[in-house]
């Protein structure tokens, strides 16, 4: 909510800054993510944006291998604090510790960039800053989780989640929270959402939704994960089919796996029907808002089926994923379906089909 002092305070960020932050830099390292940013509405854009922003150099100081995972927790935990109103110079350690170091000029600009998107919080409402860091510090959750589960990426060291449970909580912590936050700043946002509550099964089918995508996600980068000592496929389920967490090292073992891939798949197809009725909620006249749901959905199930489709998906050189090509069309044609809720629940339903299908679970 904006009151009169908030809306009376001077600007710490000057608007170029503003502009570069939430629009070069937001593009150059949001990847994929950009196009969704694109098309929501323009109340929700800059604060989902700026907390994709935060999120993302958290995230990259959380994953470097320039230091040690013991400094990199100590430099996630002061900026999650800094994030939430404490003072230090975290940023401009992170920046002086990290962006000389880091190849990546675009992930070095986001480091160097983050005391003024620390500055930048001030700047929304009461509300939107409060919600921003809520998500932001639930983010950075999964990402201690991931400091202090896992052995570090060089050590030649494997772990591996240790059941169902902790699979759940760890895709709440990195993606489920967002769906929660995404549902809140929508109905902030959106006059046509005000009679949603969140306090009902939209900000539940919200966390659904993202953890859909993260299980899409964890599905697919197994191979890569495996090789820097992560296993999310969970020791306890794992155990069930005579399999250790090394056996999924060797690409050989894809067929002997499958059946682990398969009970995840399931777990999966429920978190991504959830998001359908989430989508199909939505006012058909929210358009951007609806494309924005949308366009994860009709990506992370084709990947899904890809998935299922590739008889040796253990193996590193050998990722599943969908084209370009597809991505394209899948926004040509989500433009033409996206106000008719028949289309559009026919054509989520024709994927997740052919997502069994590619699994023998047809």
């Known amino acids: 909510m904006n009151d ?24 150059n390292v949001s990847r994929s993510f950009y196009l969704t940013l694109r098309v929501l509405p323009a109340g929700l854009r800059e604060p989902v944006g700026l907390a994709y922003l935060l999120a993302r150099a958290a995230d990259t100081v959380a994953d ?8 990199r927790l100590e430099l996630l935990l002061a900026l999650r604090a800094q994030v939430n109103g404490s003072t230090g110079t975290v940023a401009h350690d992170i920046a002086a510790e990290l962006s000389v170091h880091n190849s990546n000029p675009h992930e070095r600009a986001l480091l160097q960039s983050l005391e003024p998107a620390i500055a930048l919080l001030n700047e929304f409402s009461a509300s939107d800053t409060f919600e921003i860091r809520r998500v932001v510090t639930t983010l950075t959750e999964g990402m201690e989780f991931d400091l202090r589960t896992f052995p570090s990426e060089t050590s030649g060291q494997l772990t591996a989640l240790k ?10 912590l990195v993606a489920g929270c967002v769906g929660d936050f995404w549902t809140r700043m929508s109905i902030a946002h959106e006059p046509k959402l005000r009679e ?61 796996a499958r059946p682990v891939l398969v009970n995840l798949i399931r777990t999966a197809l ?16 929210c358009v951007r808002l609806r494309l924005a749901c949308l366009w994860p959905i009709l990506i992370g199930l084709p990947t899904l089926e890809k998935l299922g489709q590739n008889a040796d998906w253990l193996d590193p050189k050998k990722p599943s994923k969908i084209s370009r090509g597809h991505v394209k069309r899948i926004l040509v044609f989500s433009f ?27």
């Open 270 to 285: 429920e978190h991504f029907d959830e998001a359908r009725r989430y989508l199909l909620s939505i006012p058909r006249t």
């Open 4 to 27: 009169d002092s908030e809306n009376s305070k001077k600007p710490s960020v000057p608007g170029a800054t503003r502009a570069e932050l939430l629009g070069s830099l937001l593009k």
């Open 336 to 362: 033409l379906a996206v106000g008719s809720n028949r289309v559009l629940g026919w054509w989520i339903a024709k994927q997740m089909n052919a997502v069994r299908a590619s699994f023998g679970m047809v």
């Open 64 to 71: 470097t291998e320039l230091i040690a995972p013991e400094r």
């Open 196 to 256: 949603w509550n969140t306090a009902d099964d939209k900000c539940v089918r919200g966390i659904r939704f993202g953890m859909a995508l993260q299980y899409t996600n964890v599905l697919r980068d197994v191979s890569k994960d495996l090789r820097i000592g992560r296993c999310y496929f969970p020791d306890e389920l794992l155990k069930a089919h005579s399999i250790t967490p090394n056996d999924l090292l060797d690409p050989q073992n894809s067929a002997k």
């Open 163 to 172: 059941n169902l449970d902790e699979l759940e909580r760890y895709t709440y």
